[in-house]
């Protein structure tokens, strides 16, 4: 991810918001296609496989030996390849790559819009809801607008350490693009439904955002 100052902040996807959600899928009986821009094997945040952040050492053990056993991860189709016709869902992790990876992916945007579209249930996650931005017009609308939406907060981005570092704040982005974003409290668990569209807000959040998902789709 770069920084406002030119620096480089080593990131990737959140693991938990990646291995949570697939977990919940699986389980329901789905299979799980991954899709990154030009099908290059996702980078995961190696901050999101501490100890620190899964309840201890055990914790971060499970959450490696997990990511570890999916193999989808390691084998991703191009994401312009994906066609949301071929799909009964389509979800989106967070952690800070999104920010500088989806953010602008036009790719992406068409899959978003397409989803949005067709009516299939869209799941996006913590810094996931980023991709979002990419399906901004020139006058500065976007499909979303309007649409209720959560994601990592400014409150949490300034715990992080990041928003001061940051060249933008998710939650600055999103407000100023239309759309009606609801902050819960940091770190709890808060996700938000309006229509076909399910955010959440934060690592928390991407396991009852999965299992929401799976409800919608019966």
Request: charged letters at 20%.
């Amino acid at each position: 991810m770069t920084l406002a100052d030119g620096t480089r902040h080593p990131t990737g996807y959140w693991a938990e918001e990646f291995v949570a959600p697939y977990r919940a899928f699986a389980e329901a009986g789905y299979d799980v296609v991954v899709a990154t821009p030009g099908g290059v094997v996702p980078t995961v945040d190696r901050a999101s496989l501490a100890p620190e952040v899964n309840g201890g050492r055990e914790g971060s053990d499970a959450m490696i030996a997990a990511l570890d056993a999916i193999a989808e991860v390691r084998k991703p189709i191009d994401i312009e390849e994906a066609d949301v016709a071929d799909y009964a869902a389509v979800f989106y992790p967070g952690g800070h790559g999104p920010m500088e990876d989806l953010a602008s992916n036009a790719d992406s945007a068409r899959l978003l819009t397409a989803t949005l579209e067709a009516g299939k249930p869209l799941g996006v996650v913590c810094h996931g809801v980023a991709a979002l931005l990419a399906t901004e017009r020139s006058d500065g609308s976007s499909p979303f607008t309007g649409y209720r939406v959560t994601g990592f907060t400014r409150a949490e981005e300034v715990q992080t350490g990041l928003a001061e570092k940051a060249k933008w704040v998710l939650e600055d982005r999103l407000v100023a693009m239309g759309v009606r974003f609801s902050a819960g409290e940091p770190w709890a668990p808060n996700v938000v439904a309006d229509r076909n569209v399910h955010t959440g807000q934060n690592p928390a959040s991407s396991a009852p955002l999965a299992a929401e998902l799976v409800k919608t789709l019966g």
